[in-house]
């Protein structure tokens, strides 16, 4: 999100420069920043639960006794959730900040 703000700097100008207000664009962001945010940790988690499981019933044969169920781990999993979680706030603060700029000093930019 943060990587793209440098592309997004002249719709947000453009979309001030038509009337947008400011919170109009906040909510626009935020909404963008959850989005992502949630498609990314449901996908995460799905492909990460499917993996696993592909590989317990490649490697049952390894174990010896092969495992009744998978481990999960639930306090790594939320520290990396947190994580992600902050840097989704993060970049969402500092798309807002660009909107914050004067509409005259971004249209110079551009």
Not at 48 to 73: E, I, N, R, Y
Not at 79 to 107: D, E, F, H, K, N
Request: proline fraction near 5%.
């Amino acid at each position: 999100m943060a990587l793209g703000l440098a592309e997004r700097r002249r719709s947000f100008t453009i979309l001030s420069a038509l009337g947008d207000r400011r919170r109009q664009l906040a909510a626009f962001v935020w909404a963008e920043a959850a989005v992502v945010g949630l498609g990314g940790l449901a996908v995460g988690a799905a492909g990460g639960w499917a993996l696993s499981v592909m590989l317990v019933k490649v490697l049952t044969g390894v174990f010896d006794p092969p495992p009744a169920h998978l481990a999960v781990p639930a306090g790594y999993l939320g520290v990396l959730a947190a994580a992600a979680i902050a840097a989704t706030v993060i970049a969402g603060r500092w798309s807002l900040r660009a909107i914050r700029r004067p509409q005259l000093t971004t249209l110079r930019d551009l």
